[in-house]
């Protein structure tokens, strides 16, 4: 399965919404997860099952979507929330992801 | 607190192997699939390899089956990752990473920090 995100670039100021869009060449059903990753760091799940938040993860960033059209949004951005965000399918084999969005400010 | 810890990096050359380890700590290993998860200079991030909690099942991608095995010992805690025949297209940083599950390979919410292979003459 192909994973597609929008935009490649996301320019937004601090205490702005960030909407991130991840969509499936076909149906994940709600198999989709998202990660953070910031410069020189190794990637942090943020969201599993499409709209579960990880342990520790602030309730500003949410998930939402099924089947092909996901959508990962940051309420209220804050400085550390800079990074680039990838989705991941895990519904169908091999587990996927998308080339990923970078947040920038 | 789950820690992942990898080693075994380097520069290589074609055609070569390379054997990276991770050990890990901060939970009862065997309970969990491991992977292999790799991210080529300045790209995006591709699974290469996992294994379940068990050793009985172990998956690959089609870039990678039949040059590099994954193993694990499950006394000692470690996930291996034999890498074999290396082309340049090999070149990244290597990350392990748990599984929420122990018998198939689903999502990653854990992460090392990651060992950097370079393939190169």
């Known amino acids: 399965i192909v994973m597609t995100q929008s935009p490649a670039t996301l320019s937004v100021s601090p205490g702005e919404r960030a909407i991130l869009s991840c969509r499936a060449s076909?149906?994940?059903?709600?198999?989709l997860v998202w990660y953070q990753q910031k410069p020189g760091q190794a990637p942090r799940l943020l969201i599993y099952?499409?709209?579960t938040r990880a342990t520790g993860v602030p309730a500003r960033f949410s998930g939402s979507g099924s089947e092909t059209a996901f959508s990962l949004t940051i309420s209220s951005l804050q400085s550390e929330d800079f990074a680039v965000y990838y989705c991941?399918?895990?519904?169908?084999?091999?587990?996927?992801f998308g080339q990923g969005t970078k947040v920038e400010i | 607190e789950v820690q992942l810890l990898e080693s075994g990096g380097g520069l290589v050359q074609p055609g070569g192997s390379l054997r990276l380890s991770c050990a890990a700590s901060?939970?009862?290993?065997?309970?969990?699939?491991m992977s292999w998860v790799r991210q080529a200079p300045g790209k995006g991030l591709e699974w290469v390899a996992g294994?379940?909690?068990?050793?009985?099942?172990?998956y690959y991608s089609d870039t990678v089956k039949g040059r590099f095995t994954i193993s694990r010992d499950n006394f000692k805690n470690i996930v291996f990752l034999q890498m074999n025949s290396l082309r340049a297209e090999d070149t990244a940083v290597y990350y392990c990473?748990?599984?929420?599950?122990?018998?198939?390979?689903?999502?990653?919410?854990?992460w090392g920090q990651g060992t950097l292979v370079t393939v190169s003459s």
């Open positions: 990473a748990k599984d929420p599950l122990r018998t198939v390979v689903t999502y990653f919410e854990s």
């Open positions: 901060g939970f009862t290993f065997s309970n969990y699939a």
């Open positions: 294994i379940s909690g068990g050793s009985d099942s172990t």
């Open positions: 076909r149906s994940v059903s709600r198999r």
């Open positions: 099952d499409a709209s």
């Open positions: 991941q399918q895990e519904n169908n084999w091999p587990p996927t």
